[in-house]
């Protein structure tokens, strides 16, 4: 079975301050890794991935296999920041057929 | 480009009465999705299908079908809605022929019902 955990249900902050979204991560294999947005009145959309090791609107992630964490980083968090971020996983089911699952999600929102 | 598409956008339901969700994606995808958001719960997979004819249970598939007749359309039936199914559901569509491929979400449906 393949699991997401995002602790934190909301994470407010000041604006110009560093962010950490939590998420960790339950699967026996490789993990594909990913970070989803949600801003207010839109589709979700892909933020990043594990894989690429991009810095995307300021965003990384790095994986952390030893601790099976995916934490989501910002050194100074914007007002525009504000949205839904869900941590996503993609794995191998026993059936053979691969999987996109989503954590519970974290509120961030970012005060002036 | 459309990129995945859902309808209705909104429904009002009663208790029994039961619906389809239409989802359609343009972009050839052979894997889509239906999940449901709730508030705490993040996005829960209702039903998933990796190729036209096929389609397969997720975490949350009592009290859904679905059917997949053809690759670009993917649909969500409710056969007696329940007010527990109020929600707002998305459907994704996402290639796997490389890893790591970003999955599209559509614009969602809320469905309420009374």
């Known amino acids: 079975a393949q699991r997401v955990t995002q602790p934190e249900k909301l994470l407010s902050v000041f604006k110009g301050a560093p962010v950490e979204l939590k998420c960790n991560y339950s699967y026996s294999g490789s993990p594909e890794l990913f970070w989803y947005v949600q801003y207010s009145r839109q589709r979700l959309q892909l933020l990043l991935r594990h894989i690429s090791r991009e810095s995307i609107k300021g965003f990384t992630a790095d994986l952390n296999k030893g601790e099976t964490s995916f934490h989501l980083k910002k050194p100074f968090a914007q007002e525009e920041d504000s949205a839904m971020y869900y941590c996503?996983?993609?794995?191998?089911?026993?059936?053979?057929?691969?999987?996109?699952?989503f954590g519970s999600g974290t509120r961030l929102q970012v005060q002036p | 480009n459309a990129g995945v598409t859902q309808t209705p956008k909104f429904r009002v339901l009663k208790t029994g009465q039961s619906m389809t969700l239409l989802c359609a994606q343009d972009?050839?995808?052979?894997?889509m999705y239906w999940y449901r958001q709730d508030p705490g719960m993040g996005l829960r997979l209702i039903h998933y299908?990796?190729?036209?004819?096929?389609?397969a249970k997720g975490e949350v598939p009592d009290g859904y079908n679905v059917s997949r007749l053809k690759k670009q359309n993917f649909l969500l039936g409710l056969e007696s809605a329940a007010p527990s199914q109020t929600s707002v559901y998305f459907c994704a569509s996402r290639t796997l022929d490389r890893p790591n491929t970003e999955a599209f979400f559509g614009q969602g449906t809320r469905l309420t019902v009374v």
């Open positions: 996503a996983l993609s794995g191998w089911l026993d059936t053979g057929r691969r999987a996109l699952t």
């Open positions: 299908s990796v190729g036209e004819g096929t389609t």
């Open positions: 972009m050839n995808h052979e894997y």
